[in-house]
């Protein structure tokens, strides 16, 4: 799992890819049902098929891509739809919303720890990453300006191996 990165020649450090985990769309689907009750909602089916789609994307997905994948399923949820119930996720903290490079939308799972993304510039591959001396660097920048951390972002750009292998 770990991948050898260089910042430059002299400082090696080593930056964790992150790989996607197995779904585990009930358990969330449950946590979902769970907040909707806290906030006196119900339940609906078209609501479940996109909640379930969500939590079993293994992958940054796009509201349109989403609405894509649940229409296979069920054909009779419509745009509106998807982004009420992203929404709703969002308010329950159950996804991250992203916007890389200042593009469309993308969501994905909160369950997973704080990570960074690296974003391929030609096909749009988006790779997880942890990268402790990152951390590290993070918050001796915020102790050096006599700051408090409340949240960050990190998002590099650049062509992925898969790009620098090939010619375009």
Not at 6 to 18: F, G, L, N
Request: with cysteine; aromatic share 8%; net charge positive.
């Amino acid at each position: 799992m770990p991948r050898w990165a260089a910042t430059s020649e002299e400082t090696p450090v080593r930056t964790v890819v992150k790989r996607p985990s197995e779904a585990k769309a009930e358990r969330w689907l449950a946590l979902f049902h769970e907040r909707l009750r806290e906030r006196g909602l119900k339940s609906t089916g078209q609501r479940d098929d996109i909640a379930r789609v969500f939590f079993e994307t293994r992958r940054h997905i796009s509201a349109e891509e989403l609405y894509a994948e649940v229409k296979k399923i069920n054909p009779h949820v419509g745009y509106a739809t998807i982004y009420r119930t992203l929404r709703l996720l969002k308010e329950c903290e159950l996804l991250h919303e992203r916007h890389f490079d200042e593009t469309q939308a993308r969501y994905e799972v909160a369950d997973e720890p704080h990570h960074d993304h690296f974003i391929c510039e030609r096909c749009g591959k988006i790779i997880e990453f942890e990268n402790r001396d990152l951390e590290r660097t993070q918050r001796q920048v915020a102790r050096e300006l006599g700051a408090t951390l409340s949240r960050r972002r990190v998002e590099l750009y650049g062509l992925c191996s898969d790009c620098k292998r090939s010619p375009q």
